[in-house]
């Protein structure tokens, strides 16, 4: 059985290698540093997702910088950044997926991954983003 938040976890381990270590995006899609079985479905959203984002960089981070004005970007832990972009980019991207969802999947995957002080942070620049499309879209 396919799992979303398997993708997504995947996908947020892929950028923060890209991301850290410099790994070429064919490398992180190639998936051969994942030791766990991955269902075709999982490594097609994970796919999608890496290449939406890696594709997107510059964007957001620029979203990113925009909506932390408290604190310098470099300061955000990769782990975060690399959570925001994901988030974000799912956010714009993936409209059949309710903002919601995307929010509740990115503090799962800040709890799993970071810490439960950043759960805040990211939660609070996310559901600003989400607030502000959300305006976007309505015309106010």
């Not at 398997?6 to 190639?30: F, H, N, P, W």
């Not at 799912?90 to 970071?114: C, G, H, M, W, Y």
């Amino acid at each position: 059985m396919a799992s979303r938040h398997k993708s997504r976890s995947v996908t947020l381990q892929a950028l923060y290698q890209i991301e850290l270590t410099g790994v070429s995006i064919g490398d992180a899609l190639s998936f051969s540093w994942y030791d766990k079985v991955l269902e075709p479905e999982e490594k097609e959203l994970a796919t999608q997702l890496i290449k939406g984002v890696v594709k997107n960089w510059d964007l957001l981070d620029t979203i990113i910088k925009s909506y932390s004005k408290n604190w310098e970007f470099e300061r955000i832990s990769v782990v975060n950044r690399c959570i925001l972009r994901l988030s974000i980019y799912s956010l714009i991207n993936q409209r059949d997926i309710p903002p919601k969802v995307v929010i509740n999947e990115a503090i799962e995957l800040t709890r799993e991954f970071e810490s439960e002080t950043a759960v805040t942070f990211i939660n609070g620049i996310l559901d600003a983003v989400y607030k502000d499309e959300l305006a976007k879209l309505s015309g106010d």
